[in-house]
């Protein structure tokens, strides 16, 4: 079992940078593959980017490539997303998953443990 927590969400400018973080409970975190997902209402939850479980792999969805980047220190059990340059466009709730492999890691139903999500808007 994988218990995650989010934090690190916000109000910020368009341009702005918000670093988030995802602490996870569970002494096999550095087994698993992280993403991060997001969702506005309305729309259905959409990949973000994702690691595996040494941090030597990365992938990230075309949107925000280049702004993005996804991390993790297994020491302290926690990924982070850092994201810069942020747009209007990028307001949602942000989700971290845990998954066991690297396969498939952009599939939403690959992941077997979530966070309960945090709020980022961007203002323009």
């Known amino acids: 079992q994988v218990q995650l927590v989010e934090s690190g969400g916000g109000l910020v400018q368009a341009g702005g940078s918000l670093r988030l973080s995802c602490a996870a409970s569970?002494?096999?975190?550095?087994?698993?593959?992280m993403g991060w997902f997001r969702q506005t209402p309305g729309k259905e939850r959409e990949f973000v980017t994702a690691i595996n479980w040494s941090g030597g792999s990365t992938v990230y969805a075309d949107s925000v490539k280049g702004r993005f980047t996804i991390s993790r220190d297994n020491a302290k059990n926690t990924a982070y997303l850092q994201m810069n340059s942020l747009k209007p466009e990028d307001t949602a709730v942000y989700y971290c998953?845990?998954?066991?492999?690297?396969?498939?890691?952009?599939?939403?139903?690959?992941?077997?443990?979530w966070g309960q999500g945090t709020q980022v808007t961007v203002s323009s």
């Open positions: 998953a845990a998954k066991p492999g690297w396969k498939e890691a952009t599939m939403i139903t690959r992941y077997d443990y």
């Open positions: 569970g002494r096999t975190f550095s087994t698993y593959a």
